[in-house]
């Protein structure tokens, strides 16, 4: 009963933030962000009973002084991470609420990742809402 109350918070909150950004910052009017997603789930990992850790990854990159970009990791990775206290791992990859499947090469390889990692015995997904990961983490 706690989860569900979480989640329908964070379905909530998400759906407020997204009415308060400008329409400029929201894409197509309406549009539930990834970010804003991410936020719901980071939230939902923070306050989970079974979640022990979790981190979220930046997958990009950055400039060095010198002028050089500098890629964060040699493959595209997930968005977030989280052990379970049971030991396993979940492994997230958060979209855009009306995302549907992998489109670029980016997304393929993530979900080659995903695929890997369910291969293994973890928990790995795409998301494009919390409540995804909480129906996971039953």
């Known amino acids: 009963a706690a989860i569900r109350q979480h989640i329908e918070w964070a379905q909530d909150t998400v759906a407020k933030a997204a009415a308060r950004k400008p329409r400029a910052q929201q894409g197509r009017a309406g549009r539930i962000l990834e970010r804003d997603v991410q936020s719901a789930v980071i939230d939902l990992l923070r306050k989970h009973p079974k979640v022990a850790l979790w981190r979220r990854f930046n997958g990009g990159g950055a400039y060095a002084a010198n002028g050089a970009y500098v890629a964060f990791s040699n493959k595209p990775v997930v968005d ?3 052990l379970l206290k049971d030991g396993r ?47 996971a983490l039953r």
């Open 80 to 82: 977030l991470y989280a």
């Open 89 to 135: 791992t979940v492994w997230i990859e958060v979209k855009a609420a009306d995302w549907t499947k992998p489109r670029s090469a980016r997304e393929e390889q993530q979900s080659e990742f995903l695929a890997v990692v369910r291969s293994a015995g973890g928990i790995a997904m795409f998301v494009t809402n919390a409540e995804q990961v909480a129906e």
